[in-house]
Nanobody
Framework: QGQPVESGGGLVQPGGSLRLSCAAS????????MGWYRQAPGKQRQLVAE???????SYADSVKGRFTISRDNAENTVYLQMNSLKLEDTAVYYC???????????????WGQGTQVTVSS
């Protein structure tokens, strides 16, 4: 019941833009870190960007200057704005939300189900 819900993937041409959204589970009590990861076929899942509860952000070198992560604290939602998309950005994108969940405030993290982003001409 802690899985976040992602949306916004799709097919886009090189140079285009997409915006991904991820809403944390309603069972979350407090959020520490929200992040986006991606996994291309035959490759390991890797961090794309993350944002902490103090709004500190970090990015993979391959997306710096093109992608922007942001969050809406009122909605417990994280966004990934992806501009100037390249063929090599094609992957399944996963949201990860780390925080305290449930009545016991257990510290843990949940992954979203993934959303496909395909960059193709």
């Amino acid at each position: 019941q802690g899985q976040p819900v992602e949306s916004g993937g799709g097919l886009v041409q090189p140079g285009g833009s997409l915006r991904l959204s991820c809403a944390a589970s309603k069972s979350i009590f407090s959020i520490d870190v929200m992040g986006w990861y991606r996994q291309a076929p035959g490759k390991q899942r890797q961090l794309v960007a993350e944002i902490t509860n103090s709004d500190h952000t970090s990015y993979a070198d391959s997306v710096k200057g093109r992608f922007t992560i942001s969050r809406d604290n009122a909605e417990n939602t994280v966004y990934l704005q992806m501009n100037s998309l390249k063929l090599e950005d094609t992957a399944v994108y996963y949201c990860r939300v780390e925080g305290r969940y449930g009545l016991s405030h257990i510290q843990t993290a949940y992954w979203g189900q993934g959303t496909q982003v395909t960059v193709s001409s």
